[in-house]
């Protein structure tokens, strides 16, 4: 270890005026990639808005330059620019050379602003700091002013150039190459016209009345907006191109809290689409990661649907967060005189009194329309509970999905007798009716690469059932277990722990019956499975025939005996016909049925293999729900039937 390496207090450095901001730019802004680049520009927007917020400006234009600068204008005050009391500099070149110099520190006591998002007064003053040339023009009590910087320094001092009768202030700059660069691959950024119309937009809409306008020079695009009433920021957020089917919502009003004042802006409808969004802005900023205002929506939007749901007999069960913000597309802005955020690039919120202010406001707009308007209130809930279901069944999938080998939990599913092989495509599992027969398969299997699994009865119609009835099955949930690759919507191929998967059931009606069920189970729940090829029918011999002590020959059907006999006499020959699978020994079930040099198989597929769904009505009329049209079908074809006695 070295010790006589020299330091003392020459090693400690005062980092002064902007330097901070300069050598540790991502503290301030985020980061210095394509977001931190945008920020910048977001920074000085926020303050016109702050402006708007006041009351003291109704315009603002943002223009890109050909030469990649960027210009910002509004119509407001104007910068102060008499001298500072404490400095001895204009007070607009304080703002803009002085971390930690505003108008916004003193909301509660009658400062420059009663509302703003830019409370730490760095924004405008850092976007100087990264900024290689920075310029300054104000309108303000008749007359024009004017100051430039480069390299976040003042050229000269803030000097008049006329009388104006306008008022407001521009700001125009240019960010420095030395500070942003692409986080990946480290070439030059630019401001992206998508981006920043974005932004604009909601921005636009969170002010409804303010006037805003958007020139991008290097490609002669203009934009204005114009927004009258928040609702219309939907549009913007929302994720979705359908028709809403529920609203909009809305409301903007004020809520007196012990800390103040607090202005509460929120609206929302219901798209079909499943995912959902929820926009949430504070004094204008765009609060990414949500906040007390966000929850407070949340929580009040859960509370109205239960409560109203429970009241009126529509729920019997509460629905959850995840229910009720099924194709939800929201926003939530509110406006407070001391806002919290957490760092400076302002992603949540933190003030305490904007959860209940929030929450009041949407627990009120959303009762007062669902008494007025009962029907509607109905439809809605009963949509939430639809999704509560759903996803009650996908729950239950993705249980049967996360089961591991069953060999590490230390037991088996079922009656599971596993193979040896560990590649599925080189194993094989038999489904196999009874337990009687399942045990001959077990002794009669090669298990090294066969796997028996024996079913208890008949397995459930999930062509009524549905999916939420059929994955609480415990039959089916075994076979899923076994199978390693759960059922929809969590199905998942590759986690199949076997490549052929054979229905082996009695030669009988019970047994046809037993495997119609089976190939019913996977149409539904595992379509991939049949559309891959894996899903195999095992042919047994119905009937057993012998001469003397020969060896035995094997009979699949009524067909194939008539055509034995129909050269021989009957009389010389022992003919036994089999019960069922368990009638057989492991010796002669691995002959007929198992042995892959013997056996009779009949794989299973689809008439398109492409789409599972064409074979859909074929499903329906023989295992659905309807009565007459299977009744029918089987009338019409009584003729051709051979009854099984």
Request: aromatic share 8%.
């Amino acid at each position: 270890m070295t010790l006589n390496q020299t330091y003392d207090a020459s090693k400690i450095k005062i980092l002064r005026g902007l330097d901070a901001v300069q050598k540790r730019p991502g503290m301030y802004i985020g980061d210095t990639g394509i977001n931190g680049y945008h920020h910048c520009l977001a920074e000085i927007v926020d303050n016109f808005i702050d402006e708007h917020m006041g009351g003291f400006c109704d315009a603002g234009i943002v223009t890109i330059h050909k030469d990649g600068s960027c210009s910002v204008e509004d119509n407001g005050r104007g910068i102060p620019v008499d001298i500072h009391p404490e400095e001895g500099i204009s007070a607009a070149t304080v703002v803009m050379t002085t971390l930690h110099a505003g108008g916004k520190f003193e909301n509660e006591t009658g400062g420059a602003y009663k509302s703003a998002g830019g409370l730490h007064g760095v924004g405008a003053s850092v976007v100087n700091a990264l900024s290689s040339s920075f310029e300054m023009f104000i309108n303000r009590d008749g007359h024009s002013y004017y100051q430039a910087f480069v390299d976040s320094k003042p050229v000269e001092a803030l000097k008049e150039t006329g009388i104006s009768s306008k008022h407001g202030t521009t700001i125009k700059f240019k960010l420095s190459d030395k500070y942003f660069k692409d986080d990946e691959t480290e070439a030059l950024i630019e401001f992206d016209q998508a981006t920043i119309e974005k932004s604009l937009s909601m921005r636009a809409y969170l002010n409804p009345g303010l006037k805003l306008q958007f020139i991008d020079e290097r490609s002669d695009f203009e934009k204005r907006w114009c927004a009258k009433e928040f609702a219309e920021i939907l549009d913007i957020v929302s994720p979705h191109n359908s028709a809403a089917v529920f609203g909009p919502l809305s409301s903007t009003t004020t809520i007196t809290t012990k800390h103040g004042d607090v202005g509460v802006m929120v609206a929302f409808r219901i798209h079909a689409e499943r995912p959902s969004f929820i926009g949430s802005f504070a004094n204008n900023i765009i609060t990414r990661d949500g906040g007390t205002h966000d929850t407070g929506f949340r929580t009040a939007l859960l509370r109205a649907f239960n409560t109203y749901g429970i009241n009126a007999g529509i729920l019997k069960e509460s629905l959850t967060a995840e229910d009720v913000r099924e194709g939800l597309v929201a926003a939530v802005s509110i406006r407070v005189t001391d806002p919290k955020f957490v760092g400076q690039t302002k992603d949540k919120l933190t003030n305490t009194e904007c959860n209940g202010a929030v929450a009041q406001a949407t627990y009120q707009m959303i009762s007062k329309f669902f008494e007025e308007n009962p029907k509607e209130a109905k439809n809605i809930i009963l949509r939430a509970m639809m999704a509560a279901k759903a996803r009650s069944a996908a729950e239950k999938a993705r249980e049967l999905v996360d089961r591991k080998n069953p060999l590490s939990l230390g037991g088996l599913p079922g009656k599971l007798a596993d193979c040896q092989e560990s590649d599925p495509a080189k194993s094989e599992i038999y489904l196999v009716e009874g337990d009687s027969a399942g045990g001959s398969a077990k002794q009669g299997r090669d298990r090294k690469f066969q796997a028996i699994l024996p079913l208890k009865g008949k397995p459930m119609n999930t062509q009524k059932g549905g999916i939420e009835v059929a994955a609480g099955s415990e039959e089916i949930r075994i076979i899923a277990s076994a199978l390693g690759c759960g059922i929809i919507p969590a199905f998942s191929l590759e986690k199949l722990r076997y490549h052929r998967i054979f229905i082996m059931a009695d030669a009988d009606v019970d047994g046809s019956h037993i495997t119609t069920l089976l190939l019913t189970m996977f149409h539904k729940m595992m379509p991939e499975l049949i559309q891959g090829g894996h899903i195999f029918i095992a042919m047994p011999p119905l009937y057993k025939v012998n001469k003397g002590k020969g060896e035995n020959i094997w009979i699949h059907n009524d067909d194939e005996l008539a055509i034995f006999f129909s050269d021989k006499d009957r009389s010389q020959y022992d003919v036994a016909r089999f019960k069922g699978l368990g009638e057989m020994n492991p010796t002669q079930l691995w002959d007929t049925t198992m042995n892959p040099a013997t056996r009779r198989l009949m794989q299973v597929n689809y008439s398109d293999a492409s789409n599972p769904e064409t074979d859909e009505p074929v499903f329906e009329l023989l295992m659905g729900e309807e009565v007459a049209p299977r009744r029918a079908f089987i009338e019409e074809r009584a003729g051709y039937a051979t009854l099984d006695i």
